[in-house]
């Protein structure tokens, strides 16, 4: 069964302090692996694909990069407004849906 | 605009009493999904709808039920709720199983 494991389930950063959120996964044939950011009380919002192994993604000052076993985002000189839930997703080849990891609260503090 | 509208938004009831949540995509997507999210456990996916009138179970499908009878609309039905399907409920939509979701603005449901 695919699963998907997220770290640290929350994580508080000062302003301008970089850091990295975790993912890791099992499947058996990656479609596609996806971020998303979600604010509180609000859907899910795309952030990256990535497909295969060796693969990066950046989007301001985020970065997804991806290995055959666990993606990271990287976050360059966080803001307050980063401050969010970030949700991994994977969808394997012989499934018709994402499964979600339970996601990383972020905070960042001014 | 590009969106996936729900409703409603906050929805409070009580056990057994049958209700409908809508969900809406303006965007032409065959795939279309219904996830609840709780603390802890992230987003489940309860059913899915891979094009008009094809549905399928997802991983929580009991006490749900589900119809596709045009593209744009995927509504979730509770025939008789219960306490513990308490609990926040998003709607999204995909070109195709594969590719990013579009998601609703969630609709929080209490049964009490």
């Known amino acids: 069964e695919d699963q998907v494991t997220q770290s640290p389930e929350a994580l508080r950063l000062q302003e301008g302090e970089s850091s990295s959120l975790n993912c890791s996964y099992t499947v058996s044939g990656l479609r596609g692996l996806f971020w998303y950011r979600q604010d509180p009380g609000k859907g899910p919002e795309f952030l990256f694909t990535l497909y295969s192994a060796g693969e990066e993604k950046e989007k301001e000052r985020l970065k997804a990069t991806l290995t055959k076993k666990e993606s990271f985002l990287h976050i360059t000189a966080p803001k307050p407004e980063d401050s969010a839930t970030y949700l991994c997703a994977v969808q394997a080849d012989n499934n018709n849906d994402m499964r979600f990891g339970a996601g990383t609260r972020l905070t960042v503090k001014p | 605009e590009a969106q996936v509208t729900q409703n409603p938004r906050y929805l409070i009831t009580v056990t057994g009493k049958k209700l409908t949540v809508t969900c809406s995509q303006n965007m032409n997507h065959e795939y279309m999904s219904w996830y609840r999210q709780d603390p802890g456990l992230g987003l489940r996916q309860i059913y899915y709808s891979m094009n008009v009138e094809v549905t399928d179970k997802g991983d929580v499908p009991e006490g749900y039920k589900v119809s596709r009878k045009e593209k744009r609309n995927f509504p979730l039905i509770l025939e008789s709720p219960s306490p513990n399907q308490t609990s926040l409920y998003f709607c999204?939509?995909?070109?195709?199983?594969?590719?990013?979701?579009?998601f609703g603005q969630g609709t929080r449901l209490t049964v009490v």
């Open positions: 999204a939509s995909r070109i195709y199983r594969g590719t990013e979701a579009f």
